[in-house]
């Protein structure tokens, strides 16, 4: 999700790989009624003062009447605000769910589907398709997942509620923005809870500095079942943000016996060469490539995989500032252009299970009749249950925590 100057809304779009739970993440999406506005006697006063507001900040009165008709307080958005619930997740579990099977085949389906718009756009933008793309399936599981709450709506319950309402009425504004600017109507002005909107979740305050009408139709459309205005923002943010064209995000990489792991992180830059006299390597055991400043990341520690990253990497965190969600997508992107998976094993969680103690584990529970939702050895919401329903029927004290001695139990 694009925001400006990332705030603390990261992770709160509509997003894919936020939602997923791991070990439970169905190919078919589930979709709720979106919630209904309830009355509110404060919220209506509040909203005729804003009005009031909105119109000396030169929004139409025509446009504010149309996008308050049918808009109104949300207490479900307040309540996810309130409430948001914080993941703990490993590095090998974001990275696996970032690029799970599912989302890299999906991501090489829409690559070649989108083929002609995405070498349009990297010819224009000089971003690849791969990392366009990546960033699509991560921000929304390629359309599938856009969010359909009314964007008016969303924004004015958060801005009147006023935990965070100088944010969310400038993001309101700029809704209004969009809608006299007439990219879109109010009533297809939907996405996130928190104001996340389209295929690669724009904020409003990002859509109005970023979106771009790459189909020449007079509007930028991030939320049409054709996605090309979408991607092609994406690529137009990136690009503003400093991407390179023909330069690589970064790489894993292999670090010599003995390597100091404090100097290691973005703050410590230096070039491939200094890397490669240290014996810094790709994996095949050739040099970096020289394409400036090079940080070298160990996001599992010292004893996991190791990647050195470029300048395209610092482009990706503009759009969300987080290590996890930069190697994220780089990730996926060479995934999506047929780059292998990460080849050095990553250490044993807290519990002393490998990732791959974590799948035969769910596919044992499935086996017994305890199904786990999948077996992508990540534990999730699924494989707690199950764990939790074998424990109690083997009269096991009920933890719902898998262990090496639960594997054991079902082998």
Not at 125 to 140: D, F, N
Not at 160 to 167: E, H, K, L, M, P
């Amino acid at each position: 999700m694009i925001l400006s100057r990332r705030t603390t809304l990261l992770g709160l779009a509509a997003g894919a790989l936020s939602a997923c739970t791991g070990g439970s993440a169905p190919s078919a999406v589930s979709r709720a009624a979106p919630p209904r506005p309830v009355p509110n006697a404060a919220y209506d006063t509040w909203v005729a003062g804003f009005q009031a507001r909105a119109a000396g900040q030169g929004i139409a009165p025509a446009t504010i009447d149309r996008a308050f008709r049918g808009a109104g307080y949300l207490p479900d958005v307040v309540e996810r605000d309130r409430n948001q619930t914080e993941f703990t997740r490993s590095i090998e579990d974001y990275l696996a769910i970032a690029a799970s099977d599912e989302r890299v085949s999906k991501g090489r389906a829409q690559r070649s589907r989108q083929s002609g718009t995405l070498s349009a756009i990297e010819t224009r933008y000089g971003v690849p398709p791969e990392v366009v793309t990546a960033v699509w399936g991560l921000e929304s599981m390629y359309g599938e997942r856009m969010g359909d709450i009314p964007v008016v709506s969303s924004t004015s319950t958060l801005a009147f509620d006023g935990r965070r309402g100088a944010f969310f009425e400038g993001q309101l504004v700029a809704a209004l923005r969009i809608l006299q600017r007439g990219d879109i109507t109010p009533e297809r002005m939907t996405g996130s809870w928190a104001g996340a909107m389209g295929h690669t979740q724009f904020i409003p305050t990002s859509f109005l500095a970023y979106a771009v009408d790459f189909t020449g139709d007079g509007r930028a459309d991030i939320w049409s079942d054709n996605p090309a205005d979408a991607l092609a923002s994406t690529a137009a943010y990136l690009q503003r943000s400093g991407w390179r064209p023909g330069q690589p995000w970064g790489m894993e990489v292999r670090l010599p016996a003995g390597f100091n792991a404090g100097l290691a992180g973005r703050g410590n830059r230096r070039d491939a060469g200094a890397w490669s006299a240290m014996g810094v390597t790709d994996m095949s055991g050739r040099p970096l490539p020289g394409v400036g400043p090079t940080a070298i990341l160990l996001p599992a520690g010292p004893n996991g995989p190791a990647f050195a990253v470029f300048r395209n990497f610092d482009a990706i965190l503009r759009y969300n500032n987080a290590e996890s969600y930069g190697l994220g997508v780089g990730h996926l992107s060479d995934r999506i252009a047929g780059r292998p998976p990460i080849q050095t094993s990553f250490p044993p969680d807290a519990t002393g299970l490998t990732i791959d103690d974590r799948k035969e584990l769910q596919r044992r529970l499935t086996a017994a009749g305890f199904d786990t939702g999948g077996a992508d050895g990540v534990i999730g919401s699924n494989t707690t249950a199950a764990i939790s329903a074998y424990q109690a029927q083997a009269g096991l004290p009920v933890t719902g925590q898998p262990s090496p001695a639960l594997l054991q139990r079902l082998r």
